[in-house]
């Protein structure tokens, strides 16, 4: 499975020294598309401005290829405390299922797009740890069987 940064990096190999239309275009929509259904304008500005290429040609490629185009997700922020005492507390645990469930490293969006998993150094609240922030909502005492649940209610 490819995640969002994958494309990115596609686009900035495969656009070295183009300037103008190219078929690995095509190619990467298709990857993208596959990956995740559609593309979105994210994408489509960075070909645009690493290819060169005018605009219109890229959305009449995207039409011609009968490709969906999808809303931008904004990204929830899920900020693990891996500070001293949350660690005592296994906040690691946390960290790591976190990162397993959502197949994403630190400072990685989802694929999705979804969510982008960080490390917090100390909320200043260590007796209540371990402590996840996920966008405005604050988590204390998080156990690892809780991670996803607290990913079930914030898609
Ligand atoms: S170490 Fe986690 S809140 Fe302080």
């Known amino acids: 499975?490819?995640?969002?940064?994958?494309?990115?990096?596609?686009?900035?190999?495969?656009?070295?020294?183009?300037?103008?239309f190219s078929?690995?275009?095509?190619?990467?929509?298709?990857?993208?598309?596959?990956?995740?259904?559609?593309?979105?304008?994210?994408?489509?500005?960075?070909?645009?401005e690493k290819f060169q290429?005018?605009?219109?040609?890229?959305?009449?490629?995207?039409?011609?290829?009968n490709i969906k185009i999808m809303e931008i997700v904004e990204a929830?922020?899920?900020?693990?405390?891996?500070?001293?005492?949350?660690?005592?507390?296994?906040?690691?645990?946390?960290?790591?299922?976190?990162?397993?469930?959502?197949?994403?490293d630190e400072g990685e969006k989802t694929s999705d797009g979804k969510f982008l998993l960080n490390i917090q150094r100390c909320f200043a609240k260590c007796n209540e740890g371990p402590n996840v922030k996920v966008a405005d909502k604050f988590y204390s005492n998080v156990r690892v069987e809780d991670v996803k649940k607290i990913i079930d209610e914030n898609i």
């Open 53 to 65: 290429v005018e605009e219109k040609e890229i959305l009449d490629t995207v039409k011609m290829l």
């Open 76 to 104: 929830k922020e899920i900020r693990v405390c891996l500070g001293i005492h949350c660690k005592a507390r296994g906040s690691q645990f946390v960290y790591e299922e976190f990162s397993k469930r959502l197949g994403v």
């Open 1 to 20: 499975m490819k995640k969002r940064e994958d494309f990115y990096k596609d686009i900035d190999i495969f656009s070295r020294g183009a300037k103008g």
């Open 23 to 48: 078929p690995f275009i095509i190619d990467i929509l298709r990857g993208i598309e596959r990956e995740f259904g559609g593309v979105d304008k994210d994408y489509l500005v960075y070909i645009k």
